[in-house]
């Protein structure tokens, strides 16, 4: 399970994989942070189609093309607005992982990049957010062999420092 998780610093727009995961808003029409940069990168025929998907409930996923992305699929998520911790924003944090891993094996793709969601903007603190992204794909690994590679790309060396240890952290304390 280990093997198949692969943190690394850099920009998401780069990633060769089946399929990126933007951390988008409930309007699903582009913004500032990921959200815009994958925008950039896809051109305008991403927010062509975003238009036509009805926006996204906090905790859904919904899936489009990548266009001049080397992802041939973006899968667009909303993560909760961090209030202070007593608003379900852990719960549905972990339902953005959930349901973008419901998406993948939906679309039947092996490789997958997402971003560290929630954690800009929106506010969730870093440490508890990568605990609940690394918990939510240890127990998706257990379960489910569609997926080979699920990298996390951390913009920075802060966000990249905290995922390798609380990728350690998860991993001690599930027993593997
Ligand atoms: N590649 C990888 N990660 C990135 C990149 C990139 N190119 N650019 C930024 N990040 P944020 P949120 C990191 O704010 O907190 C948007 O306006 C960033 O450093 O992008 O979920 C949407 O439209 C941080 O670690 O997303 C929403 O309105 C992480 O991505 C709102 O922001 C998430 O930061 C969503 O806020």
Not at 29 to 49: K, Q, T
Not at 93 to 115: E, M, V
Not at 141 to 159: H, M
Request: hydrophobic share 40%; net charge neutral; glycine share 10%.
């Amino acid at each position: 399970m280990r093997e198949k998780i692969e943190i690394v610093q850099g920009d998401i727009t780069k990633q060769k994989v089946d399929a990126i995961v933007n951390a988008a808003n409930n309007s699903l029409l582009g913004g500032g942070g990921v959200d815009g940069a994958i925008h950039r990168a896809a051109g305008p025929d991403l927010l062509r189609e975003t238009r036509t998907l009805g926006g996204c409930p906090t905790g859904e996923a919904r899936v489009s093309k990548g266009y001049r992305l080397p992802a041939k699929w973006v899968i667009h998520t909303v993560g909760p607005i961090w209030q202070g911790g007593n608003s379900n924003e852990e719960e549905l944090l972990a339902s953005c992982y959930r349901n973008c891993f419901k998406a993948a094996t939906d679309l039947g793709i092996k490789t997958i990049a997402f971003p560290s969601i929630s954690t800009g903007a929106y506010g969730f603190p870093l440490k508890r957010a990568a605990k609940i992204a690394l918990r939510e794909t240890a127990t998706f690994l257990e379960t489910n062999q569609d997926l080979e590679k699920i990298v996390f790309v951390c913009f920075g060396k802060e966000v990249f420092d905290v995922y390798n240890q609380t990728l350690e952290d998860v991993i001690s304390s599930l027993g593997h």
